[in-house]
């Protein structure tokens, strides 16, 4: 199961959880160990059973991901959503994509997951199909314009699913070192907007990092 320290849950309530999951996916377990063995951010695991659930529950036909790295949640979604929907999951680093596609390629969903290879803001910026669910897992600091970028591309029951929103709890910590005062900040205007923005209904989730949960309204 994931190494990291879980920031939210005390240590015994993270045990517990893990002890009760299910047998797990052997290539997503493959693809969890290659993620720590080359200490590669990808999502913990129970940020993609909720991804899972939601990508079943909403139905998405078109998912867009924010931040690729080597697949994880890309295979995650495809999976739960089904052979109908389509994924289009945004990485800039070239060597990162290549290693995502591979492992896209191992899961039989190459034809239904692209890579695009691209800085987030600027691929979002050129997206014009409606999009059902978006998962913002990339640079916390475009947190708040990667939202700006996709509300207006939001599907009528559209959901937004972000990750790490708590930031291993210093979104609520008063003393904030210097060098995580940008990315606070950013999130702190994010999270405020996924629960007050007109345009949605949102929630921010004590889980893994902590997730944001949204749909619009
Ligand atoms: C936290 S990881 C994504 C994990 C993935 N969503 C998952 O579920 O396993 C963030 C990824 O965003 C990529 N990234 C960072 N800055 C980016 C940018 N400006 N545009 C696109 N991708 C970027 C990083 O290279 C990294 O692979």
């Given at each position: 199961m994931k190494d990291a320290a879980d920031a939210i849950l005390r240590p015994e309530q993270a045990a517990y959880l893990d002890g009760i999951e299910p047998t797990r996916d052997p290539l997503l377990v493959e693809m969890e160990a290659y993620a720590k063995a080359n200490r590669q951010p990808i999502s913990d695991p129970e940020v993609a059973s909720f991804l899972a659930v939601t990508a079943r529950l909403s139905g998405a036909r078109k998912i867009v991901e924010?931040?690729?790295?080597?697949?994880y949640g890309a295979i995650v979604l495809a999976r739960a959503a089904g052979p109908d929907a389509r994924v289009i999951t945004i990485e800039h680093d070239a060597a990162t994509a290549a290693v995502a596609r591979s492992f896209i390629e191992r899961a039989g969903l190459s034809s239904q997951v692209e890579v695009r290879e691209a800085d987030a803001l600027a691929a979002l910026a050129l997206l014009t199909d409606e999009i059902d669910l978006v998962y913002i897992d990339c640079v916390k600091e475009h947190y708040p314009a990667y939202l700006d970028l996709v509300l207006p591309k939001l599907s009528a029951r559209g959901v937004i699913i972000a990750d790490n929103v708590l930031w291993k709890g210093l979104v609520a910590a008063a003393d904030v070192p210097p060098h995580e005062l940008g990315r606070v900040q950013a999130l702190r205007t994010f999270n405020h907007a996924i629960v007050s923005d007109s345009r949605l209904r949102g929630v921010v989730l004590p889980l893994g990092d902590g997730v944001a949960y949204a749909a619009r309204v």
């Amino acid at each position: 199961m994931k190494d990291a320290a879980d920031a939210i849950l005390r240590p015994e309530q993270a045990a517990y959880l893990d002890g009760i999951e299910p047998t797990r996916d052997p290539l997503l377990v493959e693809m969890e160990a290659y993620a720590k063995a080359n200490r590669q951010p990808i999502s913990d695991p129970e940020v993609a059973s909720f991804l899972a659930v939601t990508a079943r529950l909403s139905g998405a036909r078109k998912i867009v991901e924010v931040g690729t790295n080597i697949g994880y949640g890309a295979i995650v979604l495809a999976r739960a959503a089904g052979p109908d929907a389509r994924v289009i999951t945004i990485e800039h680093d070239a060597a990162t994509a290549a290693v995502a596609r591979s492992f896209i390629e191992r899961a039989g969903l190459s034809s239904q997951v692209e890579v695009r290879e691209a800085d987030a803001l600027a691929a979002l910026a050129l997206l014009t199909d409606e999009i059902d669910l978006v998962y913002i897992d990339c640079v916390k600091e475009h947190y708040p314009a990667y939202l700006d970028l996709v509300l207006p591309k939001l599907s009528a029951r559209g959901v937004i699913i972000a990750d790490n929103v708590l930031w291993k709890g210093l979104v609520a910590a008063a003393d904030v070192p210097p060098h995580e005062l940008g990315r606070v900040q950013a999130l702190r205007t994010f999270n405020h907007a996924i629960v007050s923005d007109s345009r949605l209904r949102g929630v921010v989730l004590p889980l893994g990092d902590g997730v944001a949960y949204a749909a619009r309204v």
